[in-house]
């Protein structure tokens, strides 16, 4: 339970580059998630380039503030404008991961009735990603507020993957307990009791 609560996401990284050994160990541990009919559709994008980088940065900044006008004349309209929602910038490695939505491991098996379970499966590695970085105190950060569309055409990849998550990862500038939205009075975590149902 105490790694649950350690683990963040992460938007303020240190400067330390992550060790090559360490990134080969969040993908492979990323590898041994559970995936329907053992499809293992995950495509896992290491972005190096620093063009790419920078088109990423542009674009979620201004996909950011196209969001922001969302909470025009609100109260929050403020909040949100200073809330820091991504690392692209600082975080010393980008991981894009996309669900092949047509694996041929795995023969169809799982997907006839439920095809979004690929892309659930892609879920539950990026899950088991996360917790083994922050086992090693490597931290991770999701960034949501992009055209896939868009990200997809960037990395060039191929017409049938799916982006599902745009992740920074690094060491954290400081750790917390709390999550940042918390932190920054933008959301309070409700109760679980709240959140559980009976039939």
Same mark, same amino acid.
């Given at each position: 339970m105490q790694l649950l609560r350690w683990r +963040?996401? =992460? @938007?303020?990284?240190?400067?330390?580059?992550?060790?090559?050994?360490?990134?080969?160990?969040?993908?492979?541990?990323?590898?041994?998630?559970?995936?329907?009919?053992?499809?293992?559709?995950? +495509?896992? =994008? @290491?972005?190096r380039s620093v063009t790419v980088r920078d088109a990423l940065v542009a674009h979620v900044d201004e996909q950011n503030a196209l969001a922001a006008e969302r909470y025009q004349g609100q109260e929050r309209y403020e909040t949100y404008r200073k809330l820091k929602l991504h690392g692209l910038r600082e975080a010393p490695e980008l991981l894009a991961v996309f669900c092949d939505e047509k694996p041929e491991a795995g023969h169809g098996l799982g997907i006839a009735t439920m095809p979004e379970a690929l892309r659930y499966s892609c879920v539950t590695a990026i899950h088991t990603l996360w917790l083994t970085a922050r086992l090693r105190g490597i931290g991770v950060g999701w960034v949501s507020i992009l055209d896939p569309a868009a990200v997809r055409a960037m990395l060039d990849v191929p017409a049938d993957w799916s982006l599902i998550a745009l992740l920074c990862i690094g060491f954290p500038q400081d750790e917390f307990d709390t999550p940042e939205l918390e932190r920054q009075g933008w959301q309070l975590r409700e109760p679980l009791l709240d959140r559980v149902f009976e039939r």
């Open positions: +963040r996401d =992460v @938007r303020h990284f240190a400067p330390d580059a992550v060790p090559e050994q360490d990134m080969h160990e969040l993908l492979t541990c990323a590898a041994l998630a559970p995936s329907v009919g053992n499809s293992q559709p995950w +495509r896992f =994008v @290491r972005l």
